[in-house]
């Protein structure tokens, strides 16, 4: 059973780069779709973007000037970084395995990111 | 963007009644792309139905997803005490994929 488990800093000040890694074990990266997810209380679901392999990302056109959204084939790794963050950024971000036709059929357990001075 | 609207915001009922759960689109969900997936608290939430109405590998047959187009439905059958959680539809028919804002199911 693939697992993933996201990791990076819990705390990202405003103005600055949040950088999360989400690390896949139990199976391969590649053949499928990924993808970032956030929760937070104030703006509940936001799709993030996603990605095929290490083919071009799909970004959520609220987000699309900030972020992006990258695999390591070598390391089995999904990456996410979103610029310029401000506490609108707060939130629960998850990465996630979309089945073959783009609902989520995998989630990792979510890492709270805080961004506050 | 294609906005779902969940209702009923909370519904309030007992183990072994029947939930009904709603989720409309502000657009046609096409080739029904959505799913319908359950969060308990600081948990991850787990795919219960994709396509409307295929059920995830796992999910009892308690649980079934019906609709198309815009409207769309989640029933429980007969609620089971681990079935109290938030609900959420999802479609990813269109980009952006969008989500609902939940449903919350609670013991009355």
């Known amino acids: 059973q693939v697992q993933l488990q996201e990791s990076g800093p819990g705390l990202v000040k405003p103005s600055e780069t949040l950088s999360l890694i989400c690390s896949v074990s139990?199976?391969?990266?590649?053949?499928?779709?990924w993808s970032w997810i956030r929760q937070s209380p104030r703006k509940g679901w936001e799709w993030i973007g996603y990605?095929?392999?290490?083919?071009?990302?799909n970004y959520n056109p609220s987000l699309k000037n900030r972020v992006d959204i990258s695999v390591d084939m070598s390391k089995n790794q999904l990456s996410l970084k979103l610029r310029s963050v401000t506490a609108a950024d707060t939130a629960v971000y998850y990465c996630?395995?979309?089945?073959?036709?783009?609902?989520?059929?995998?989630w990792g357990q979510g890492t709270l990111v805080t961004v506050s001075s | 963007e294609i906005v779902l609207t969940q209702s009923p915001g909370t519904l309030s009922l007992s183990p072994g009644e029947r939930a009904t759960l709603f989720c409309r689109a502000s657009?046609?969900?096409?080739?029904?792309?959505l799913a319908w997936y359950q969060q308990k608290p600081g948990q991850p939430p787990r795919l219960l139905i994709y396509?409307?109405?295929s059920r995830a590998t796992g999910i009892p047959d308690r649980f079934s997803g019906s609709g198309s187009g815009t409207d769309f439905t989640l029933t429980i059958s007969r609620l089971e005490p681990e079935d109290f959680a938030v609900y959420y539809c999802?479609?990813?028919?269109?980009?952006?994929?969008?989500f609902g804002g939940g449903t919350k199911v609670e013991t009355k």
């Open positions: 996630a395995r979309l089945g073959s036709s783009g609902w989520v059929d995998n």
């Open positions: 139990g199976g391969s990266i590649s053949g499928f779709y």
């Open positions: 990605i095929y392999g290490s083919g071009g990302a």
């Open positions: 657009q046609t969900v096409s080739s029904s792309h």
């Open positions: 396509g409307a109405s």
């Open positions: 999802h479609q990813y028919a269109n980009s952006p994929l969008t």
